[in-house]
T-cell receptor, first 116, second 113 residues
Framework: AQKITQTQPGMFVQEKEAVTLDCTYDTSDQSYGLFWYKQPSSGEMIFLIYQGSYDEQNATEGRYSLNFQKARKSANLVISASQLGDSAMYFCAMRERLYNNNDMRFGAGTRLTVKP | NAGVTQTPKFQVLKTGQSMTLQCAQDMNHNSMYWYRQDPGMGLRLIYYSASEGTTDKGEVPNGYNVSRLNKREFSLRLESAAPSQTSVYFC????????????FGPGTRLTVL
């Protein structure tokens, strides 16, 4: 079964606007961590933000925030004030405590294009 | 700190040839991982090493072997390369807890003809 679902293969946003990238996940574990990574055209995987299942507050890191809705099992990434350098692939991922806690499962990714 | 390093960056093999991808980390992490990334897909785990001296299969282990040489180094070997192994390979490291972030190397782009 697909653990991580990213339903938006591609997204476009105007420079300086905010954009939300969707991520839903499937787990029966109560303890898990959710991660977002950015992959620019150069290919490296860059860690952006982390949300723990027990965290009561939504995570924020600079222009990145995570809209965490536990009951809906969604962990959407919000990028505020988009910049041209934000154009990249974005991956949502999850690690579960009980399911082989060394295994990070990734979604298929969303390609974000920021228009000038 | 170099973080996670991988060699080589690019490689072209003929079907049936063998090669080893090297990975090293300087973050004193216990766990190391090998992933492959194919077009239109996220990363899929090939093998991982939870700690020095242990290795386990991930989601797509067939056709690969690994060696955890020491705490810093984790290599991936293709014994007899096949065109289906054309992919981008990433090494990563982290601490063991499910809350720990994995940090990735720059990747190796492998083409098997």
């Amino acid at each position: 079964a697909q653990k991580i679902t990213q339903t938006q293969p591609g997204m476009f946003v105007q420079e300086k606007e905010a954009v939300t990238l969707d991520c839903t996940y499937d787990t029966s574990d109560q303890s898990y961590g959710l991660f977002w990574y950015k992959q620019p055209s150069s290919g490296e995987m860059i860690f952006l933000i982390y949300q723990g299942s027990y965290d009561e507050q939504n995570a924020t890191e600079g222009r990145y925030s995570l809209n965490f809705q536990k009951a809906r099992k969604s962990a959407n990434l919000v990028i505020s004030a988009s910049q041209l350098g934000d154009s990249a692939m974005y991956f949502c991922a999850m690690r579960e405590r009980l399911y082989n806690n060394n295994d990070m499962r990734f979604g298929a990714g969303t390609r974000l294009t920021v228009k000038p | 700190n170099a973080g996670v390093t991988q060699t080589p960056k690019f490689q072209v093999l003929k079907t049936g040839q063998s090669m080893t991808l090297q990975c090293a980390q300087d973050m004193n992490h216990n766990s190391m991982y090998w992933y492959r990334q194919d077009p239109g897909m996220g990363l899929r785990l090939i093998y991982y090493s939870a700690s020095e001296g242990t290795t386990d299969k991930g989601e797509v282990p067939n056709g690969y072997n690994v060696s955890r040489l020491n705490k810093r180094e984790f290599s991936l070997r293709l014994e007899s390369a096949a065109p289906s192994q054309t992919s981008v390979y990433f090494c990563a490291s982290s601490d063991r807890d499910f809350t720990d972030t994995q940090y990735f190397g720059p990747g190796t782009r492998l083409t098997v003809l």
